[in-house]
């Protein structure tokens, strides 16, 4: 399978700990982006990686939120000192930016539960 | 801000009726247009895509979409449904002068009865 993968699928954890998740895009991909979903809403941005360079982070992401892309190739987005507000899916996903259009390709995504 | 709106939360169809799911837009530039399902269970799949030309594009599974600039509309159509077709959709904008991220709307959750 060469599509986008998510490790873990899914994260119990209690309030006040730390979790991370990684993302490996589709190989070849110089953009990668992280969203997160919510019960009965769409994917909301909360932040893009252009190869290495982090270039936009949402104001969803507050400081507890980090995410890196280390040589352009996978990403972790850790969350410190959990909340149960972060209990969501984490989905990331990946794509070819080329002449004006950009067509992303999502991963399983990654349900947090925050207990 | 730009936001994008799904009207229909829920539907509920018989196999071989005819669907169409609305998404309007609000953006000022130009902007790259999506739909997107994610089947029971599965991770989001693209169903088709408008970047520019013809209005009326194709994708997968035999739907279509028809992108009406004067309405800020992208309405999604397929002329007879199947029950595999139960899913979740999500219409999606990207700017073309930014990030790229996408806007998604609500999602609407579709279910066809055999």
């Known amino acids: 399978d060469t599509g986008v993968s998510q490790d873990p699928r899914h994260k119990i954890t209690k309030r006040g700990q730390n979790v991370t998740f990684r993302c490996d895009p589709i190989s070849e991909h110089n953009r990668l982006y992280w969203y997160r979903q919510t019960l009965g809403q769409g994917p909301e941005f909360l932040t893009y990686f252009q190869n290495e360079a982090q270039l936009e982070k949402s104001r969803l992401l507050s400081d507890r939120f980090s995410a890196e892309r280390p040589k352009g190739s996978f990403s972790t987005l850790e969350i410190q000192r959990t909340e149960q507000g972060d209990s969501a899916m984490y989905l990331c996903a990946s794509s070819l930016l080329a002449a004006s259009t950009d067509t992303q390709y999502f991963g399983p995504g990654t349900r947090l539960t925050v207990l | ?114």
């Open chain 2, 1 to 114: 801000a730009q936001s994008v709106s799904q009207h229909n939360h829920h539907v509920i169809l018989s196999e071989a009726a005819s669907l169409e799911l609305g998404c309007n837009y609000s953006y000022g530039g130009t902007v790259n247009l999506f739909w997107y399902v994610q089947y029971p269970g599965q991770h989001l799949q693209l169903l088709l895509k408008y970047f520019s030309g013809d209005p009326l594009v194709k994708g997968i599974k035999g739907f279509e979409a028809e992108f009406i600039k004067s309405k800020f509309s992208f309405n999604l159509r397929k002329p007879s449904v199947q029950w595999s077709d139960t899913a979740e959709y999500f219409c999606a904008v990207n700017d073309r002068s930014g990030t790229y991220k996408y806007i998604f709307g609500t999602g609407t959750r579709l279910k066809v009865l055999a």
